[in-house]
């Protein structure tokens, strides 16, 4: 079964920095692409960014480039998101996705539990 | 505003059905990407219900439909149930946004 485990709630003043976490299991991490969507309070769902683990090919939303960083680390089939100076615009819930596998396109065929961050001075 | 366009809500009583429209442009749906839809019930993470415009994941109930054609695509839910309440997002990809996009979300009401 795959599974998308989140890490837990943050709250962060404006300027901090952050990193959030999504372990996979039950499949070939390095086969699928993984990667974030963005949900503001009340909003709909925003594509951030996503990467392939087998050759680290990484390709953000230019609405997020240079906002955020993606990464990932194969030996604990875990990828991260970071942000080196959080703003209150940041404030959001983040699910951590994996895309599904063939000629569809990019789609999302499992969903992590989200990490709600709030960013508040 | 979202590149696709979707209702903001729709509504059905029990046993009926109800579509969802999402309409694109020439740089995403119109050029041919596919198109994929989400169900997202009140707190809880979105599921896939549809993937490549008309194909259904292990465990969606064939309620489901969807379909796509030149701009628009639809997705088409019959014998409404209580169960079905939630918000529904379309999902594509723009060539002229270099990323993917979702639709604004339909919040589907049954009365």
């Known amino acids: 079964e795959v599974q998308l485990v989140q890490s837990g709630a943050e709250m962060k003043k404006p300027g901090e920095s952050l990193k959030i976490s999504c372990q996979a299991s039950g499949y070939g991490f390095s086969n699928y692409w993984i990667g974030w969507v963005r949900q503001k309070p009340g909003n709909g769902l925003e594509w951030m960014v996503i990467?392939?683990?087998?050759?680290?090919?990484?390709r953000y939303n230019p609405a997020f480039q240079g906002q955020v960083t993606i990464s990932v680390d194969k030996s604990v089939n875990t990828a991260y998101l970071q942000w080196s100076s959080l703003q209150a615009s940041d404030t959001a819930l983040y699910y951590c996705i994996k895309l599904g596998a063939g000629t569809s396109g990019w789609y999302i065929d499992h969903w992590g539990q989200g990490t709600l961050v709030t960013v508040s001075s | 505003q979202s590149v696709l366009t979707q209702p903001p809500s729709v509504s059905g009583a029990p046993g009926q059905r109800v579509t969802i429209s999402c309409t694109g442009s020439t740089s995403n749906l119109g050029a041919d990407y596919h198109v994929h839809w989400y169900q997202q019930l009140p707190g809880t993470a979105p599921k896939l219900l549809i993937y490549g415009n008309t194909n259904r994941p292990s465990g969606v109930p064939d309620r489901f439909s969807g379909s796509k054609s030149g701009t628009s695509a639809s997705l088409a839910i019959t014998g409404l149930q209580a169960e079905d309440e939630a918000t529904y997002y379309c999902q594509s990809y723009d060539s002229s946004l270099s990323t993917a996009v979702f639709g604004g979300g339909t919040m589907l009401t049954v009365l």
């Open positions: 990467l392939y683990p087998g050759d680290s090919d990484t």
